[in-house]
């Protein structure tokens, strides 16, 4: 029988045996267990894993694409007819396709949707997402305006690619915004086959963003190191940027307009490579939910609403303050860097600013999310190990993203440890930012995913007992159960399980725990949400200071950098939704 299924799909009944596009994974709920349904003729062939197929199919379309993208990214002279564009094209259309089926036709049926996974796309993550694709919609305006402007020195495929991805964003903003939660039980093939190219779309779309953002931040540091040598161009290549820079054909700053639409890009740019991060993140959810059974009655929100109410209303003071603290005063900062990092003469004051920030933040949130994995260690919630596919996706995101910042700083700590004696103080500032970066993040993650696994109600009492009663029933044995508010007390052959504490010490050492839990995390929250806003719009040092670049060569570490910068972003984000819920289930 297929793992995750529970008593919740009894009420499916016979409409679970109707002819599906897969074969069954085993008896139905609610049939006869020694007569399992036929399985429908056309599809005999299909593999008997429930996502084989679809798993096959999403690889191989996003092995593909990343093979036209990043062979595009290093060597576009090669792909003359915009292959990766077009490729792109071909699975946003059939994505489209797909998402217009199920939203006209297949959703409608009867038991489509049986059960809701309420863990999937919780209020935060769906506000943070639908802001993202706010302003991405928003960008790709600004993308038909300057390719239009643009239109005599921009390849067909690039002017049309906006006029494509816009409606591609919205209907996928709305699938994800009104069905994130479903747990699709027809057509279960069709279903896995069209959630994975829609995946393998985002995937890809965000890769094409990454390379993009690579060679413009490669083109424009290579302009500003260029403007001291102008005197000299002698090679083919410069010769040929010379004449594009100086044709009035192709000058975006003859145009007041075209200047705008280029600085909405510019500004707008990291809000879609996010979206299609957290969009692919939902997606995937849906696609293994797809055949799923939910529990109804695990997934109660009462506990949820009145939490929220009560973290609303007030009791959380020291950590708000102190996060607030934080965020005014990176803003201030982050203001300040961006104005000074252009100009030579308070450049160094710039990066004192950034670097200074940072080196207080960071060993803060080093030492909170310490205290929180020591509370953790003394609270008596029960651990959560049941099967859960949202809250498995949020740990690997939270390893998985890490990574990015985990790679920057291991990279620029060699880089500085290289440096670091002959160019002080940036070399130094550097090696205790790196070393910083990585106390915060093991530490902020092994409390994420310590309080992820926790129990929102049930102790550790509670757990022990339910778990004795289980084995004596399985053995026959008396048992007697009393429920109480705080434990259950156990009586076998006589004899009486040791008493548990008070109730009115228990409930004072929980609401302890539970107001630090509250204060650290939303301290932990604010923190997270800077660190992402500085990084997201364009505050980059990594750029602009030569400790990485002159170490590792020009183009290997703005590589790099692009390509762990983005998932540091994520990571910040991601933190800040998995730390909301921490704060609602404390």
């Not at 991805?165 to 027809?186: M, R, T, V």
């Not at 603290?325 to 030579?344: A, D, H, M, P």
């Not at 670091?420 to 092994?446: F, H, R, T, W």
């Not at 997270?528 to 590792?552: R, S």
Request: hydrophobic share 45%.
């Amino acid at each position: 029988m297929q793992s995750g299924t529970g008593h919740s799909e009894k009420a499916l009944g016979s409409a679970e045996m109707d002819a599906s596009w897969e074969p069954t994974d085993g008896p139905q709920p609610g049939s006869d267990l020694g007569h399992a349904p036929h399985p429908d003729p056309l599809l005999i062939w299909a593999p008997t894993g429930q996502r084989l197929l679809s798993g096959l199919l999403g690889l191989n379309l996003v092995l593909f694409g990343a093979a036209l993208v990043v062979g595009n990214a290093f060597h576009p002279q090669g792909l003359r007819h915009q292959e990766p564009l077009l490729y792109l094209l071909v699975l946003m259309v059939l994505s489209m396709a797909w998402m217009l089926c199920y939203l006209f036709w297949g959703r409608r049926l009867p038991g489509a949707s049986p059960h809701k996974d309420h863990h999937a796309g919780g209020i935060t993550v769906t506000v943070v997402l639908m802001t993202f694709s706010g302003f991405s919609l928003l960008l790709h305006v600004f993308k038909m305006g300057y390719n239009i402007m643009m239109i005599d020195c921009k390849p067909a495929t690039n002017v049309i690619f906006p006029f494509i991805e816009a409606p591609f964003l919205g209907l996928q903003a709305y699938l994800i915004w009104a069905h994130s939660k479903d747990c699709i039980h027809k057509h279960k093939i069709l279903t896995r086959c069209g959630l994975i190219i829609l995946l393998a779309a985002d995937l890809l779309l965000w890769l094409n963003s990454v390379s993009d953002d690579t060679v413009h931040q490669e083109i424009e540091m290579e302009k500003e190191e260029a403007e001291g040598n102008t005197t000299e161009i002698d090679s083919p290549e410069d010769k040929l940027i010379y004449a594009f820079n100086n044709s009035t054909q192709c000058q975006c700053r003859l145009h007041p307009p075209c200047l705008m639409f280029r600085k909405g890009i510019e500004v707008l740019f990291p809000f879609n490579i996010e979206f299609y991060l957290m969009a692919g993140c939902m997606i995937y959810v849906m696609w293994k939910n797809v055949g799923r059974g939910i529990d109804p009655a695990a997934h109660s929100h009462q506990t949820q609403k009145f939490t929220l109410r009560v973290v609303y209303t007030g009791g959380i003071f020291l950590g708000l303050l102190l996060g607030l603290l934080v965020l005014v005063v990176g803003l201030t900062i982050f203001v300040l860097y961006q104005v000074w990092v252009s100009q030579e003469e308070r450049q160094l004051t710039a990066f004192l600013l950034f670097y200074g920030y940072h080196l207080v933040v960071m060993p803060l949130m080093s030492l909170c999310s310490l205290a929180g994995v020591l509370v953790h260690k003394l609270d008596r919630r029960a651990h959560e190990d049941g099967h859960n596919p949202t809250r498995s996706l949020d740990v690997m995101l939270l390893v998985v993203t890490a990574l990015g910042q985990l790679a920057l700083s291991y990279f620029s700590l060699v880089a500085a440890l290289a440096d670091g004696v002959g160019d002080p103080p940036l070399g130094a500032l550097d090696l205790s930012y790196s070393l910083l970066s990585l106390l915060e993040l093991v530490l902020q993650n092994v409390f994420i995913i310590e309080g992820l696994h926790r129990h929102p109600s049930l102790r550790k009492g509670r757990a022990r007992g339910r778990s004795l009663i289980f084995k004596k029933r399985k053995t026959s044995q008396e048992v007697t159960v009393v429920d109480g508010p705080v434990a259950h007390s156990l009586v076998d052959e006589g004899k009486a399980a040791p008493a548990p504490p008070s109730g009115e010490e228990s409930n004072s050492n929980h609401n302890i725990t539970r107001r630090v839990i509250q204060e650290i995390c939303s301290f932990l929250i604010l923190a997270n949400i800077m660190l992402w806003v500085i990084p997201a719009f364009g505050a980059h040092p990594q750029f602009k200071n030569n400790v990485g670049k002159e170490f590792y060569g020009f183009t290997a570490w703005f590589i790099l950098v692009n390509m762990g910068q983005p998932l540091c972003v994520f990571y910040r984000m991601h933190s800040v939704g998995a730390l909301m819920e921490l704060l609602i289930l404390a």
